[in-house]
């Protein structure tokens, strides 16, 4: 079967769903309640058939995740010269990066502190604002362009699952 990552992902989701359904099935039907002058009432519970529907679905995970995970680890992402498990790890940096940028952008150049001491204390920048300004716009455009390259590969690009 030919999937993209973001559909084998959805297929992932909607399998996990259906084991769910399945697990709370076998919760309420696995065992009967009743009293001691009354008969057990038969629910359909089938031991076997229930472990081979939740081993299939399993199963069809299983080989979904083994597919992306080697899809991850051998797609280079156009535009850039690494593959999408790369990239996610670049992401996850360029977001620290962003957000510590972000906050350099909001000190102020001279703080007074010390509340009602004797002598006030200052604080001062020791850098650049417009230096870490475009540091990071630098930093979010590549963030972005790198998000929608990922998008467009985990949208876009096929490979096979033998499910």
């Known amino acids: 079967m030919k999937v993209t990552s973001a559909y084998a992902n959805k297929l992932i989701r909607g399998y996990r ?79 620290e990066k962003k957000n510590r940028l972000f906050r350099m952008k909001g000190v102020r150049e001279l703080t007074r502190s010390g509340g009602y001491r004797a002598e006030p204390e200052f604080t001062k920048r020791n850098y650049d604002a417009t230096l870490v300004e475009n540091e990071y716009r630098k930093t979010s455009d590549e963030l972005v362009r790198l998000q929608m390259a990922l998008d467009k590969a985990n949208m876009s690009i096929e490979f096979d699952v033998d499910i």
């Open 17 to 95: 769903e259906e084991l769910a359904a399945i697990v709370s099935n076998e919760r309420d039907t696995c065992t009967t309640t009743y009293g001691a002058s009354e008969t057990p009432i038969e629910t359909g519970y089938n031991f076997t058939s229930t472990q081979d529907e939740m081993d299939a679905l399993n199963d069809k995970i299983a080989k979904l995740r083994h597919g992306i995970n080697v899809f991850n680890t051998t797609t280079k992402l156009e535009g850039f010269d690494f593959t999408v498990d790369e990239s996610l790890v670049r992401m996850a940096m360029l977001t």
